[in-house]
Nanobody, 129 residues
Framework: QVQLVESGGGLVQPGKSLRLSCTPS????????TAWFRQPPGKDREFVAA??????????NYADSVKGRFTISRDNARNTVALQMNYVKPDDTAIYYC????????????????????WGQGTQVTVSS
């Protein structure tokens, strides 16, 4: 059974950077699309960013709230997807989840969490001075 494992969360000051990583474990798995979602305190889960592999129409997609500050990327050698978070704000405080699917997703489907069948347990990110 493939599971996703997030790492890199923690406490970070506003304006600083943090890097999250997502790695599959438990079997051979190469996702078509890998995404990051987050759930702020008291709020619903929301889309952050997605990476669709080349060969399936390689592209990235970002929520407006993080565009220009966050970057999603894939390390093929390590089979890891990272989320580089720069210029973080207190509003970025949330539990961050990695999600993946082996199916092809069109752009309009990337932001729907119901389209991802594999999820991690989440990692807490707290932005505070």
């Amino acid at each position: 059974q493939v599971q996703l494992v997030e790492s890199g969360g923690g406490l970070v000051q506003p304006g600083k950077s943090l890097r999250l990583s997502c790695t599959p474990s438990g079997g051979d798995f190469s996702s078509t699309v890998t995404a990051w979602f987050r759930q702020p305190p008291g709020k619903d889960r929301e889309f952050v960013a997605a990476f669709r592999r080349s060969g399936f129409g390689g592209m990235t997609n970002y929520a407006d709230s993080v565009k220009g500050r966050f970057t999603i990327s894939r390390d093929n050698a390590r089979n890891t997807v990272a989320l580089q978070m720069n210029y973080v704000k207190p509003d970025d405080t949330a539990i961050y989840y990695c999600a993946a699917t082996s199916r092809g997703l069109i752009v309009s489907s990337l932001r729907d969490p119901d389209n991802y069948e594999f999820w991690g347990q989440g990692t807490q990110v707290t932005v505070s001075s």
